[in-house]
Structure formats: structure tokens, C-alpha cells
């Protein structure tokens, strides 16, 4: 079983820069493609950010690129999402998530495992 912990939000203002974590303790995460999706009040979660398992090949949301960027250390299995220059419309709850397949992974229904989620507040 995988689980996955985020940690890193909190209350930021707009323009502000966070990075959030997610860990996992098993070493089979290193073998996980890792995704980062959100979402906003009222909203459908949304696609962020994804990365294979290797690290080499990463896509970005249309919202977020420029601003956002995904990476993961496998030595310490984790993943990060560093994002800068922060909107208030990136408020959202914000997750982490994991499917063992050796692709990128851009679409959540293909995403089997799921973190609890965290906060980012941006204010304006």
C-alpha cells in the first residue's frame, strides 16, 4: 500500500513563493510516475503538475506554467512542487498522487494513489 503525506501550504500572499512535499516511505514509490492536481472551491480538481518516475520527463498545467515547476529526489522519496509568483486563484486544496506505470501521467482517473491534501491560501 502506498501512502502519500504532503506538507508545505499555508497562508501566502499573492506574489509569494511556497514549495510543497509529498513523501512516501516505501522505496517502491522511486518506481511511481507522481502527479500534483488541485482544487478550488466549487471546483473540479485540476491537473498541476506531473512528473515519470525517473524524473526526466515533467509536464505542467496550462495555469500554472512559467510559475510552477515539479521535481522528486528518489533517494528521499519525495516529490516537490516549487511554485512562485502565487495568484490568489491558485487557492485550492492541493494533492498529491500515485500510479506505477514507468509513463507520464497527466489525467487523474489514471492516478490510483491519493494524499490527504493541503492548503495553499494565496491573498491578495
Known amino acids: 500500500q502506498v501512502q502519500l503525506v504532503e506538507s508545505g501550504g499555508g497562508l501566502v500572499q499573492a506574489g509569494g513563493s511556497l514549495r510543497l512535499s509529498c513523501t512516501n516511505s516505501r522505496r517502491t514509490f522511486r518506481r511511481a510516475a507522481m502527479g500534483w492536481f488541485r482544487r478550488a472551491p466549487g471546483k473540479n480538481r485540476e491537473f498541476v503538475a506531473a512528473?515519470?518516475?525517473?524524473?526526466?520527463?515533467?509536464d505542467h498545467g496550462e495555469s500554472v506554467k512559467g510559475r510552477f515547476t515539479i521535481s522528486r529526489d528518489n533517494a528521499k522519496n519525495t516529490v516537490y512542487l516549487q511554485m512562485n509568483n502565487l495568484k490568489p486563484e491558485d487557492t485550492a486544496v492541493y494533492y498529491c498522487?500515485?500510479?506505477?506505470?514507468?509513463?507520464?501521467?497527466?489525467?487523474?482517473?489514471?492516478?490510483?494513489?491519493w494524499g490527504q491534501g493541503t492548503q495553499v491560501t494565496v491573498s491578495s
Open positions: 498522487a500515485a500510479v506505477f506505470t514507468s509513463e507520464l501521467v497527466t489525467v487523474e482517473r489514471e492516478y490510483v494513489y
Open positions: 512528473i515519470n518516475w525517473s524524473g526526466g520527463s515533467t
